[in-house]
């Protein structure tokens, strides 16, 4: 295998909506355009930033309406791709990240579940999960075992 | 969000035209398969085969359009691409939908 050229640090800007969250997880991926992932690590990269984007917005900025601005900033090396999502939003509930078991699917249909399933997919996908409140920032960060 | 229903072997069949359903289609998503749905008696076959993309909102909004057709009504699916099958893997709803290769085998199973 040829080595590949280091990916530069990076740090992509979204405004803090619903809608903006898709171009976001579209920025990132053109950056990672070296890494050639496979199909397969790509979506594991959608998936994870996709689960964290929504949370910020349906969450840590719910209801500032666009006024500020999500950073996802991410660096590649030996152990694989660390990423890091940063928001000027409430803290988190309780200051840790939320660690909660998959919802039971074991049940009747009307009692399924339809929602709860976004950290569950995190802690599935994703290494060394952690989460800190600095000043007035939020800092969730993670990494994803790709392009080892 | 574009949906399209139409009927094949007497199986309504609602196929979803989008790339995506994630958090920012969810709610139109559910609307939509509400609408096209309404009024029918029988098993709703999805066919997913133009998706490549759900997150955890996309997949929510499927089981809730579930919720809305049963207890009458059975929702079932067709054509999930890998990366759809692994979010219906990863969180066992595999297990609680019927879930079939292609719209060719779901009709086949339905029928019988």
């Known amino acids: 295998m040829g080595r590949r050229p280091p990916l530069p640090l990076f740090s992509i800007s979204l405004l803090g909506v619903e809608d903006a969250v898709r171009e976001g997880i579209a920025q990132t991926l053109a950056w990672l355009t070296p890494l050639e992932l496979s199909e397969d690590e790509t979506n594991t990269v959608q998936l994870v930033l996709a689960e964290a984007l929504n949370n910020v917005v349906e969450h840590a900025l719910a209801g500032t309406g666009g006024q500020t601005t999500v950073e996802i900033r991410g660096h590649h090396g030996a152990s694989g791709l660390d990423l890091c999502i940063v928001d000027k939003g409430i803290a988190m509930p309780d200051g840790v990240v939320p660690r909660l078991p998959a919802p039971d699917v074991t049940v009747d249909v009307a009692d399924l579940p339809d929602g709860g399933f976004g950290w569950f997919l995190i802690h599935t996908l994703a290494q060394d999960v952690t989460y800190v409140r600095r000043g007035k920032h939020n800092y969730l960060t993670l990494r994803l075992a790709v392009a080892l | ?112």
């Open chain 2, 1 to 112: 969000m574009e949906l399209t229903s139409s009927t094949e072997r007497g199986v309504p069949i609602v196929t979803v035209q989008e790339q995506r359903i994630d958090a920012a289609a969810a709610l139109a998503f559910k609307d939509r398969v509400r609408d096209v749905t309404e009024g029918g008696q029988d098993t709703v076959l999805l066919d997913l085969n133009h998706v490549v993309f759900i997150d955890s909102s996309g997949l929510g909004a499927i089981v809730a359009s579930m919720k809305i057709l049963s207890p009458k009504r059975r929702l079932v699916l067709a054509g999930l691409t890998p990366a759809v099958d692994k979010v219906f893997r990863l969180t066992r709803m595999d297990s609680v939908f019927g879930v079939f290769a292609t719209v060719e085998a779901a009709l086949n199973e339905l029928q019988e």
